[in-house]
C-alpha cells in the first residue's frame, strides 16, 4: 500500500505533478476500483493505466501524496 512508482514533473510555477515513470502520463486519481471485491484508492497513469499506488483510503491517498509532493519541492529547491 502507498506509492509504488511515481515520477515527479516539476511546474515553472513551483508547483509539482506526478507523472508514470514509464510513459510520462499524467497520473490520476481513481477511485473505488474493486480488487478481489475489495476497496482501493489507486493512483493509476492515465495513458497506459499501470498502478501508481495505492491505499485503502482516499484520506491516506491524499496524505500520502502530499508528503510525497512536499519532499519533492524541498529536494528541486535544494539543487543549485
Ligand atoms: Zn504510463
Not at 502507498?2 to 497520473?27: D, K, M, T, Y
Not at 484508492?41 to 496524505?63: F, M, N
Request: hydrophobic share 35%; glycine share 6%.
Amino acid at each position: 500500500m502507498g506509492i509504488e512508482n511515481l515520477a515527479v514533473l516539476n511546474r515553472p510555477n513551483g508547483e509539482v505533478e506526478f507523472s508514470c515513470p514509464e510513459c510520462h502520463g499524467i497520473a490520476t486519481p481513481n477511485d473505488g476500483v474493486a480488487d478481489k471485491e475489495q476497496l482501493a484508492y489507486l493512483l493509476v497513469c492515465s495513458k497506459c493505466r499501470i498502478i501508481l499506488g495505492q491505499w485503502p483510503t482516499a484520506q491516506e491517498r491524499a496524505q500520502d501524496l502530499k508528503v510525497f509532493a512536499e519532499k519533492a519541492k524541498r529536494e528541486l529547491s535544494d539543487r543549485p
